[in-house]
């Protein structure tokens, strides 16, 4: 796998001493009439209009203006993934509170579990080259419901095509009674742990410990570092439409 997905995969499953080793992972360019982040996701010379690929004659835009770009639509994407990261940890702990367990505990007593929180649009290939179960995000939904009694709406990191440098989709892992959820952000926060430059990862876990470096729900969500980072301006109308559109992807 990528450099970024081994290093996301280390950290989750730190506490568990298992070693994660290379495979491969790629991301395609967008073609016309297909959605996108920043111009860097769309083919050849096509641009992102409002969050389409779309063929414009002539139209160049400047490194400043590419970087101003990502840089708007990354600070914004952080506030969802900071909102959809307490979502989780809320489901995590309502299941916990109503089953014992949490979800997918009792698939894994001999190897990990994982889930991939990712819908159509961010697919990955490959998977970890030791013993591991992987879980469909469809599945897990399905184990949510059940233990929770009523349905429950999907969330999935913002941003669409990968940037080659983090993940652009969540991971749930459980392994025995542990579990961890990761979050991948684009900017520097004093609660996450930076892996590179625009890169830093955000993990919660119901043991963290010194080992693992995953933070507890309660303080981290408590905090005024985390207060202050949700109250970022940011386009809450363009993230909303992201959301809606796969808010029941696995139902489709």
């Not at 298992?18 to 769309?42: K, Y």
């Not at 179960?133 to 233990?147: A, F």
């Not at 392994?175 to 990761?182: E, L, P, S, V």
């Not at 905090?223 to 489709?252: C, I, M, N, W």
Request: glycine share 6%.
């Amino acid at each position: 796998m990528s450099a970024f997905l081994a290093r996301s995969i280390l950290a989750l499953i730190a506490a568990v001493g298992l070693v994660p080793q290379s495979s491969s992972f790629q991301a395609e360019s967008r073609r016309e009439g297909e959605t996108c982040n920043t111009n860097s996701d769309c083919a050849d010379t096509l641009r992102c209009e409002t969050g389409i690929c779309r063929g414009v004659a002539g139209a160049r835009q400047s490194i400043t203006d590419a970087l101003g770009a990502e840089e708007s639509f990354q600070n914004g994407a952080d506030v969802v993934r900071l909102t959809h990261l307490k979502y989780y940890s809320d489901l995590l702990a309502e299941y916990h509170g109503k089953t014992g367990i949490y979800p997918l505990q009792d698939k894994a007593a001999d190897a990990p579990v994982y889930v991939f929180v990712a819908h159509d649009w961010q697919r990955a290939k490959g998977s970890p080259p030791y013993k591991h179960v992987v879980v469909s995000m469809r599945d897990w939904i399905n184990e949510l419901e059940k233990g929770l009694g009523r349905p429950v709406d999907e969330y999935y990191d913002p941003q669409y095509a990968s940037d080659g440098y983090k993940p652009n989709f969540y991971i749930y892992m459980v392994y025995q009674d542990t579990f961890f959820f990761a979050v991948h952000l684009y900017q520097d926060y004093p609660f996450a742990k930076k892996v590179a430059e625009h890169y830093n990862k955000l993990e919660i876990s119901n043991k963290p410990n010194a080992q693992n470096r995953a933070a507890d729900p309660g303080r981290l969500f408590g905090s005024a570092g985390f207060q202050d980072a949700l109250e970022v301006p940011y386009k809450a109308d363009f993230f909303k439409e992201r959301e809606e559109k796969y808010l029941h992807f696995t139902k489709q």
